[in-house]
């Protein structure tokens, strides 16, 4: 019975202040640690057209400000990736670090807490491929040239 009144109070209380979600631990804690995967898995190839989850609109630049301050937050992290492939030509880094940050906001999208890392490598191989591709060469290691 007090279940009932508490729950009932809570959904009176949000939509009179007209506030869609109830704090950090209900639906934001499942995204952090789960992402959007069960949704993703329901919408098969879907997924990627207007409206689905894995839409770029949805990852690089989400609805909701909390989602759009994580989105800008990533981007200082740029240049410490790219500094972390001192063996690498200048493209290749640059391609690199973009292609982490990417694979890192689709796999964090995508799978929460463990897709984000999984994201970020693939990302960041793709983008050190494409840069190989474009004839990225690193610098010269000869120290008489």
Known sequence: MLEHVHARGVEDALSRFHIKQSG?????????????AP??????????????????????WPKDWGGRIGSMLTLPMLPGMMRQDSNEGTTSRVLGGLGGLAGMMYGGTAGGMLGAPIGMALGKGLGHGVGHLLGSKPPSQDPYQ
Do not use: C, I, Y
């Open 39 to 60: 949704r993703v898995f329901s919408e098969g190839l879907r997924t990627f057209q207007r409206g689905g989850a894995l839409h770029p609109s949805n990852v690089l």
């Open 24 to 36: 950090w631990l209900g639906d934001g804690a499942r995204r952090l640690f789960m992402g959007e």
